[in-house]
C-alpha cells in the first residue's frame, strides 16, 4: 500500500472531535511602539536658569535699595548736623534671605534669622524729633545718648509780648454790656415820640422802643402830655433787641405784674375791699381792682336776683381766687360780710350767740352772720352723757373765742373755761352765763398762759 503513492486522511483528534465548528487561527499583531516622552532634563535646567535669574535680580535690587537708603541716611545726617541736631545711629542692614526652595516648609515661612542682632530701637527707628522711644534699649544696657539743646532760632513768646491789658479788657467788656433782658425792670427816659409809641433810653446801643397801647393800663389819648421828652418812666423789657440793637419795653406790663402782686397780699391778708361795679353779664357783676378786671359771680352777690341794679353801686368784697398765671380775679359779696366780722373778732374775746344746730361732736352757735362751734370738749370740764344736759337748741351761749381761722371761716369756741370748778355748768349754769363777763378776765389770763407754754 505504501507503493500506490495515494494517501489516506489523518483521523481527527479527540479534541477536534468533541468541537462543534473549528476556530480560525488568530491574525498577528503588530508590536505597540512606545509612548513619546519628553526628557525631563530639558525642563528641568529651563527652570533651574529662570530661578537663578531670578535670584540675580533680587540680589541687585536689594543691594540698589540698601545704597539708597545709605544715601537717604547721609542726607539725613547732614540735615540735622546743619540744625545742630546729634546724627542719627546708623541702623544694621538686614540679612540677605536665603534662596527660595522648592518646598517651602514651617520653618522657611516662620524663619528669623535675618532678625538676629537687632533690637526694637532698630526695627521701630527714630522718630520724627531725633528722640529714641522709650524702651529702645535692649534689657536696659544701652542708654538714650544725651540730645545737645536745640538752638533758639525763633524766641518764645509770652503773654506780654501782646501787649495785654486787663483794665482795657474789661472796660471793653463793660461798654459792650448786654442791656434788655426780657422780664427785666429797667428806669429809662423819654427821648422821642412818635405817633405809634414812645422811645425810651433805658442804656443799651439803641432806645428801646414803647407801644402807644403798652404804656399805662387806661387808655391814653395824648402822648406828648403823657410822655414829654425828659421824662423818667419805669419799665419792664417785653422782648430783647433785634438785629438794631433796639428792645420792646412796656410800662402797662409792669404795673399789671405790680397790680397782680398787691392783690395776692391783700388775698393772704384776708382784707375787704370797697369797690365800685362797672359792668355785668348774665353770671355777674365786674369791677375794677388796682387796675385789673374782677369778677363777682351771681351766687356771691347779696342781691343776685336783680344784680344788673348794682352798675354803679360800691360793694364790699373778699376774695375768692387770685390766678396771674390764668388772669382770673373772683369776689365775693358774701364772703366779705364774713370777712368783716373776722375783723372784728380777737382770740380770747367773750361773746353771745345762739345755738342753731346740735351735732354729736359740738354745737353750732350763730353768732350774727357767721357760725362758730363750740366742741363737746369744750363745754364743760365735768362727765355728761348728753350735750342736752347743758345746751338745747334755741339757747342763747355765752362763749370765749379759743381759735380763729379767716381763710376757712372757722371760729372755735369754749365755755369749759368760765366754769369755777370742774361741771359747774351742769349744776347752774344761769349762774356761770351771768357772771360770764367777770370770769373772762380771768380766763384770758388762762390762755395766755397756754399760749405762752405752746410757743
Known amino acids: 500500500m505504501a507503493g500506490t503513492g495515494n494517501q489516506q486522511p489523518s483521523q481527527p483528534s479527540a479534541k477536534q472531535a468533541q468541537s462543534p465548528r473549528p476556530v480560525p487561527p488568530a491574525s498577528p499583531r503588530p508590536p505597540a511602539a512606545p509612548p513619546a516622552r519628553k526628557p525631563p532634563q530639558v525642563l528641568q535646567i529651563t527652570k533651574k536658569d529662570e530661578q537663578l535669574q531670578l535670584e540675580r535680580q533680587a540680589v541687585e535690587a536689594r543691594a540698589a535699595a540698601e545704597a539708597a537708603a545709605q544715601h537717604a541716611a547721609e542726607l539725613e545726617n547732614a540735615v540735622r548736623a546743619s540744625r545742630g541736631e546729634a546724627p542719627l545711629a546708623p541702623q544694621r542692614p538686614s540679612a540677605p534671605s536665603a534662596p527660595a526652595r522648592p518646598s517651602a516648609g514651617d520653618d522657611d515661612l516662620f524663619d528669623m534669622s535675618g532678625f538676629e ?7 521701630i527707628g527714630p522718630d520724627d524729633k531725633g528722640k529714641r522711644r522709650g524702651g529702645g534699649a535692649s534689657g536696659g544696657s544701652r542708654q538714650a545718648a544725651p540730645q545737645p539743646e536745640r538752638s533758639a532760632a525763633v524766641p518764645a513768646r509770652t503773654v506780654d509780648d501782646f501787649d495785654f491789658d486787663a483794665d482795657a479788657f474789661l472796660a471793653a467788656l463793660d ?18 415820640l412818635e405817633s405809634d409809641g414812645v422811645y425810651v433810653d433805658i442804656g443799651g446801643k439803641a432806645p428801646g422802643f414803647m407801644p402807644k397801647k403798652e404804656c399805662a393800663l387806661g387808655v391814653i389819648t395824648n402822648l406828648k402830655e403823657r410822655f414829654p421828652r425828659g421824662t423818667q418812666v419805669e419799665v419792664l423789657v417785653t422782648r430783647e433787641q433785634n438785629a438794631d440793637g433796639m428792645v420792646t419795653v412796656s410800662a402797662r406790663a409792669l404795673a399789671l405784674r405790680q397790680s397782680w402782686e398787691k392783690v395776692r397780699v391783700l388775698e393772704k391778708e384776708g382784707k375787704v375791699l370797697q369797690v365800685k361795679v362797672n359792668g355785668f353779664n348774665r353770671g355777674g357783676v365786674t369791677c375794677d381792682v388796682e387796675g385789673l378786671r374782677g369778677f363777682i359771680p351771681r351766687s356771691q352777690l347779696q342781691e343776685g336776683e336783680n344784680h344788673e341794679a348794682l352798675v354803679g353801686k360800691t360793694l364790699g368784697v373778699a376774695f375768692l381766687e387770685v390766678n396771674p398765671e390764668t388772669r382770673k380775679l373772683v369776689l365775693s359779696e358774701k364772703k366779705a360780710a364774713t370777712a368783716a366780722i373776722f375783723q372784728n373778732l380777737d382770740v380770747g374775746q367773750l361773746v353771745e350767740g345762739q345755738v342753731v344746730s346740735i351735732k354729736p361732736y359740738g ?16 363745754i364743760t370740764g365735768g362727765q355728761m352723757r348728753d350735750l342736752r344736759e347743758v345746751f338745747g337748741q334755741g339757747d342763747r ?13 372757722r ?17 347752774d349754769r344761769d349762774k356761770v352765763m351771768a357772771e360770764a363777763a367777770d370770769r373772762a378776765n380771768r380766763a384770758r389770763s388762762v390762755l395766755r398762759q397756754q399760749e405762752q407754754s405752746a410757743g
Open 363 to 378: 354745737l353750732f352757735v350763730d353768732l350774727g352772720g357767721i357760725s362758730g362751734l363750740l366742741h363737746q370738749s369744750a
Open 397 to 409: 351761749v355765752k362763749a370765749l373765742i379759743t381759735e380763729l381761722d379767716p381763710g376757712r371761716g
Open 175 to 192: 461798654e459792650q454790656e448786654f442791656v434788655g433782658t426780657t422780664g427785666e425792670v429797667a428806669m429809662g427816659t423819654v427821648v422821642a
Open 411 to 427: 371760729i372755735a369756741l369754749n365755755t369749759a373755761l368760765l366754769e369755777g370748778q370742774p361741771g359747774e355748768l351742769l349744776i
Open 117 to 123: 542682632g537687632l533690637t526694637m530701637a532698630d526695627l
